[in-house]
C-alpha cells in the first residue's frame, strides 16, 4: 500500500524565517516519484517539484529547496526567507509505476508580515 | 488560455438530485484524472483515463458516480443521487505520457484545474 503522511498540520512562521514542511512516505516499490504541489487560497495545485526514486540528489531552485532521503523515506521541502506569498497549502504526493498519484493530508503554511 | 478547464465551478444542489462536471484538459494531454478535495484534506484519487479508456478507477467511486471521456478529450464526471457527503471539491488534472514514460524528463506532471466545487443541501 502507498501512503504519504504530512505531520504538521500547520505551521505559522514570520516573514524571513526559514521553514521545513515534512513528507514521509511509505511504498513497496523501488521505483516511484514523488512530487510536491503547493495550493494557494485559490485553489489551484501548482506543481513545484518532480523527483525520482533513483535520485537521490537534492534541489534547490531559487529560495526553495529539496531534501530527499531513501533511507528514511522523507522529502522534506524547505523554504528559505520566507514571504506573505508563500503562504498556501502544501501537498506531497507519491507515484508509483501505476498512474495514480496518492497525496498527503497537506500542510498549511501562513507567513505571517 | 490553455490551462485545464472545469465547469462549473460552483453547483449547489439538493439531495437527491444529478450533477455533472466538465473537464476540458490541456489539448495535447492524453491522460486524465478525476480527484475529490474534502476540506483539510488532500485530493483523493476517483478514477484515471488514458486518451477515450477508464483505466483506473478508485473504490471511492460509488455505483452513483460515473466519468466518461468519449473522444479522448474532455471528460464528464456524473454523480446520481446525491447525497450531503458528496460535498467537496472536484478536481481535474491532466499529464502527458512521456516516450520514455517513467523515466522521460517529464513523466507525468499533473496539470489542474481550478475544481468544480459541490455542495449538496
Redesign the interface.
Known amino acids: 500500500a502507498q501512503k ?1 503522511t504530512q505531520a504538521q498540520t500547520e505551521i505559522s512562521v514570520v516573514e524571513k524565517e526559514d521553514v521545513t514542511l515534512d513528507c514521509v512516505y511509505e511504498t513497496r516499490d523501488t ?1 516511484y ?1 514523488l ?1 510536491w ?1 503547493k495550493q494557494p487560497p ?6 513545484l517539484i ?1 523527483r ?1 526514486s533513483f535520485d537521490e540528489q537534492n534541489e534547490i531552485s531559487g529560495r526553495y529547496s529539496w531534501n530527499f532521503q531513501k533511507s528514511t523515506s522523507s522529502f522534506n521541502f524547505t523554504i528559505t526567507a520566507s514571504q506573505v506569498v508563500d503562504s498556501a497549502v502544501y ?1 506531497c ?1 507519491l ?1 508509483n ?10 500542510t498549511r503554511l501562513s507567513v505571517l508580515p | 488560455d490553455t490551462g485545464v478547464s472545469q465547469n462549473p465551478r460552483h453547483k449547489i444542489t439538493k439531495r437527491g438530485q444529478n450533477v455533472t462536471f466538465r473537464c476540458d484538459p490541456i489539448s495535447e494531454h492524453n491522460r486524465l484524472y478525476w480527484y475529490r478535495q474534502t476540506l483539510g484534506q488532500g485530493p483523493e484519487f476517483l478514477t484515471y483515463f488514458q486518451n477515450e479508456a477508464q483505466l483506473e478507477k478508485s473504490r471511492l467511486l460509488s455505483d452513483r458516480f460515473s466519468a466518461e471521456r468519449p473522444k479522448g478529450s474532455f471528460s464528464t464526471l456524473e454523480i446520481q443521487r446525491t447525497e450531503q457527503g458528496d460535498s467537496a471539491m472536484y478536481l481535474c488534472a491532466s499529464s502527458r505520457k512521456g516516450n520514455r514514460d517513467f523515466l522521460s524528463i517529464r513523466p507525468g506532471e499533473l496539470f489542474f484545474g481550478e475544481g468544480s466545487r459541490l455542495t449538496v443541501l
Do not use: H, K, M
Open positions: 504519504v521505483t516519484y512530487f504541489y485559490s485553489g489551484e495545485l501548482v506543481f518532480r525520482n501537498f504526493a507515484r509505476y501505476g498512474q495514480n498519484f496518492v497525496f498527503g493530508p497537506g
